[in-house]
C-alpha cells in the first residue's frame, strides 16, 4: 500500500516538473504582448512577471496558472 502511493506521488511530480519550464520565442517586444501571448497559449492567469536580460535579449518570465490549476513558469524571449 505504501508503495503504490509513493509511485503515484513520483508520477505527479514527474508531471509537474515537466510543466514548469517552457520557453517561447515569439515576435514579442515588450511585456505586454508576452502576457497576452502566455494568456492566450495557457488559457491560464498571469501571478506575475519579471524581467532578465540573456546574452543581449530580454525574456519575460512569467508565473501563470493554468485551466487546470497548474502553476507554470513561461519563458518568452523578445525578437532581437
Do not use: W
Amino acid at each position: 500500500m505504501f508503495g503504490n502511493n509513493v509511485k503515484k506521488l513520483i508520477f505527479v511530480l514527474s508531471l509537474s516538473l515537466c510543466s514548469v519550464f517552457a520557453a517561447a520565442q515569439d515576435n514579442v517586444q515588450n511585456l505586454q504582448q508576452a502576457v497576452a501571448k502566455v494568456k492566450k497559449d495557457t488559457g491560464g492567469q498571469v501571478l506575475s512577471t519579471t524581467e532578465k536580460n540573456a546574452d543581449g535579449q530580454r525574456v519575460f518570465r512569467i508565473k501563470v496558472l493554468d485551466k487546470k490549476g497548474v502553476v507554470r513558469y513561461i519563458e518568452v524571449k523578445t525578437k532581437p
